[in-house]
């Protein structure tokens, strides 16, 4: 089965509302990444996280190792905000990420 | 702002030729990464190195080599292309751990083997 599970696989929302996006864990995580893949092919790194919250703008992710999840919340989606978020988690301390599927999420006006 | 530059962006190659497809990063980052990504299979990492002179295997390396022959370059060979390797190949830097590890992407290259 998936190490890494990402719920929902797709999504799709009004500009200005918010979401929330879930990655659970079949491994021992010890960190976790979140990217974001725009529409145009390009990869960003949105967080990196040892267990515990940050939160960067309409951007808020926590991750909880106990319980094996992270979450990425998005506050007051923007049309720009629209692409696929992958969450990726290391688990050996061994510079090395297994990836989610991602999730597509879609912002309309 | 960390940089990580592909080349070339685009590429047709004849099945059986070779192809070289190369990484630039200024970011002064030990680790580097080739990944491969397919509709349908997210991101599978092929080859990494921790630092100059090093390459590991990562979970699909087969039909495929790596090469770090500096710090700032890391290159992923195709000796002998396939139309199977059809597909848009991502290279990463990933700093160390008290930097918090974060990986950086190029912007992709496009592969298609006829």
């Known amino acids: 089965g998936d190490k890494v599970k990402q719920s929902p696989s797709a999504l799709s929302l009004q500009e200005g509302t918010n979401s929330a996006l879930r990655c659970n864990f079949s491994i021992a995580a010890t960190t976790v990444q979140w990217f974001l893949q725009n529409p145009r092919g390009s990869l960003m790194n949105l967080f990196y996280?040892?267990?515990?919250?940050k939160e960067n703008g309409r951007l808020k992710s926590a991750f909880d190792s106990k319980e094996s999840y992270s979450t990425l919340h998005i506050r007051d989606a923007q049309l720009e905000d629209s692409g696929t978020y992958f969450c990726?988690?290391?688990?050996?301390?061994?510079?090395?990420?297994?990836w989610g599927s991602g999730t597509k999420l879609i912002i309309k006006p | 702002e960390a940089a990580v530059t592909q080349s070339p962006r685009n590429k047709v190659a004849v099945t059986g030729g070779k192809v070289t497809l190369s990484c630039n990063q200024t970011n002064n980052h030990n680790n580097m990464y080739w990944y491969r990504q397919d509709t349908g299979h997210g991101l599978r990492l092929i080859h990494y190195?921790?630092?100059?002179?090093?390459?590991e295997k990562g979970d699909i390396p087969d039909g495929y080599k790596a090469s770090r022959p500096s710090q700032e370059n890391f290159s992923l060979i195709l000796e002998l292309a396939t139309p199977s390797q059809t597909s848009v190949y991502f290279c990463a830097s990933g700093g160390s751990r008290d930097r918090g590890w974060t990986l950086y992407f190029g912007e992709g290259s496009r592969l298609i083997v006829v």
């Open positions: 996280l040892v267990p515990g919250t």
């Open positions: 190195s921790y630092g100059a002179g090093s390459t």
């Open positions: 990726a988690a290391e688990a050996d301390s061994n510079y090395q990420l297994i």
